[in-house]
């Protein structure tokens, strides 16, 4: 396979139009054009990460010492959050209602907002169990569940602190000596003993709505996922290798799809990170060239092409269940859609 995807590759997009279709377009269909709105982790907010602050000596003390401070709490990857008027806000209290952080758990400055500085203490722990009721409303929710349904500054609050929190959870020894790591600069950085620092990581992976000739949708369902789950293409960067050229080959690898090699055969249009772990999804719409499909059955267990019509009824009746309105999927695929899916319930991804 890879053989025949290099060899269809280095051929101009007339060619490998010519070669895999006996019927060609005499114009390319459209791609959607960007960017993508209403991002659920990526919306505008008026919160800023101040990096420049955390090395400031004894920052994350005197923040913790301001009862005008802020502080979110996350247990293995939950929140406290309360109901709001369609949705939900997270319980931000001041440090002295926060119990006092444990050995292992994770003190982050996130920025600050509207004058507001906040922090986040971040644990591996299951969160607190309230017995006595004072709770109240609160419920712990992850960031799939309740992401789309959080005020702006409040899901970027809760993206900064679960991403960092999955980074320091696996990032305890240095890869270099095994030695024990120690944290710095307010929760960014992990140090060495000797003063060598490792720094956050990001995962890139391109995400890319692929549309036929005839102006199709492929999505592709994955073994691991519930029965009818569908969704588009998306797979990770590799080292040397531009977002364009990792949507082409992935594409290729996983449904045997090529897509043209056209300047506008593979069009950007959004970015939103995406911490499970540890990742930044960039998304694309992208043109092929050829339309017979031959999955990996690895990755992609099945795969198929949708008009809107098709793709409406299905969604409609259970046979397709899209990615959640949390994940830019669901907004590539709606770009291309036209619109909202009619989709009855939208549940968080299993």
Do not use: C
Request: proline letters at 11%; aromatic letters at 8%.
């Amino acid at each position: 396979m890879v053989a025949a995807y290099s060899a269809l590759v280095t051929r101009s997009p007339a060619e490998q139009q010519s070669t895999a279709d006996p019927q060609p377009q005499p114009t390319p269909v459209p791609l959607a054009r960007g960017p993508l709105a209403d991002l659920a982790l990526a919306r505008p907010s008026s919160l800023d990460r101040s990096g420049a602050r955390r090395t400031t000596p004894g920052f994350l003390d005197t923040l913790w010492a301001d009862p005008r401070t802020r502080v979110l709490r996350v247990h293995s990857g939950r929140a406290p959050v309360v109901p709001r008027r369609g949705g939900w806000r997270l319980v931000l209290l001041p440090p002295a209602d926060v119990p006092a952080p444990r050995p292992d758990d994770l003190t982050l400055y996130l920025g600050v907002a509207d004058g507001v500085e906040h922090l986040a203490v971040v644990s591996t722990e299951s969160e607190p169990e309230v017995a006595d009721g004072s709770a109240g409303d609160e419920e712990w929710r992850g960031l799939r569940e309740v992401g789309t349904a959080l005020p702006d500054l409040d899901a970027r609050l809760f993206t900064e602190a679960a991403a960092m929190g999955n980074w320091h959870a696996v990032t305890r020894f240095s890869p270099r000596t095994g030695e024990p790591l120690e944290t710095t600069t307010a929760g960014w950085v992990k140090a060495e003993p000797a003063g060598r620092e490792h720094f956050p990581r990001t995962d890139a992976a391109v995400i890319m709505a692929v549309v036929d000739p005839q102006d199709r949708l492929l999505l592709g369902h994955q073994p691991i996922w519930p029965e009818n789950r569908y969704s588009i293409l998306a797979g990770f960067v590799e080292p040397g290798e531009s977002f364009e050229d990792t949507v082409r080959r992935e594409v290729f690898e996983e449904a045997g799809v090529v897509v043209g090699s056209g300047h506008d055969d593979v069009r950007y249009l959004g970015s939103q990170p995406w911490p499970f772990p540890a990742s930044i999804m960039v998304g694309f719409t992208a043109r092929a060239v050829t339309t017979d499909i031959l999955v990996d059955g690895d990755e992609i267990a099945l795969a198929r092409w949708f008009s809107r019509e098709e793709l409406a009824e299905a969604v409609a009746t259970g046979a397709v269940l899209p990615p959640p309105s949390v994940s830019i999927s669901r907004k590539l695929i709606e770009a291309w859609y036209g619109g909202p899916l009619p989709v009855p319930d939208d549940e968080p991804w299993a």
